[in-house]
């Protein structure tokens, strides 16, 4: 009976976490109370405080649920192929994960257009400032790899590169949970991203023309 019960708490659990998506979602975080997400999950407040002890709380565990585009990315190996290549992969694998889980982009959808941060919510903020910076250091590293090989044009700044990469990302992603997105809208953004990695590489010297004789 003891893991019955267990086991109907942790239903209760994910039912009020998946409400609480759903509920902020059309909503906003801000003007939904824990009332509200009870009502919508044909639970009392009581079932709330039980597993939760405010709205931070939930919200959070429902952040927790996911891993941030750019929390994964930032794990990936990226030198198995040249700087352009692994800096363009490296890029888009935030936007592939963001169209590829349903979970992530609605969650995300939250955190970026459906929350304003008080201090109760700082944590969640905190987190992604903390998974973009890491994403920039890895840029950054990607770009001074392909300044020793030759790939990119060697008088960069490559942190202001990784600040401008990082900058383009975030813009992309705000811009694919703002709207309805397509396939279209995923190939501009991947062409966006070609032509900033295409900036990074050296350009002909003045004068040089690779058509003269």
Known sequence: MARKTKEEAAETRERL????????????????????????????????????????????????????????????????????????AFARQPLERMMEDERTRRVFTIAIHRTEYSEEMRAAFERHLEAMEAFRIQAEAIVRRGQAEGGFEARLDS??????MIALIDG????TTSASTGPDELRDAFAAIDLFVAGLTPRPAAGACGSCR
């Open 17 to 88: 976490l998946d409400t609480a998506e759903d509920v902020f979602l059309r909503e906003g975080v801000t003007r939904t109370s824990l009332q509200r997400i009870a009502e919508a999950a044909g639970l009392t407040r009581g079932a709330i405080y039980w597993h939760f002890k405010d709205k931070a709380d939930l919200f959070n565990a429902m952040m927790d649920r996911i891993c941030l585009p750019c929390e994964e990315a930032s794990t990936l190996d990226a030198q198995a192929a040249d700087a352009a290549q692994a800096l363009r």
């Open 159 to 164: 942190r202001a590169a990784s600040v401008a």
């Open 172 to 175: 992309l992603l705000s811009r």
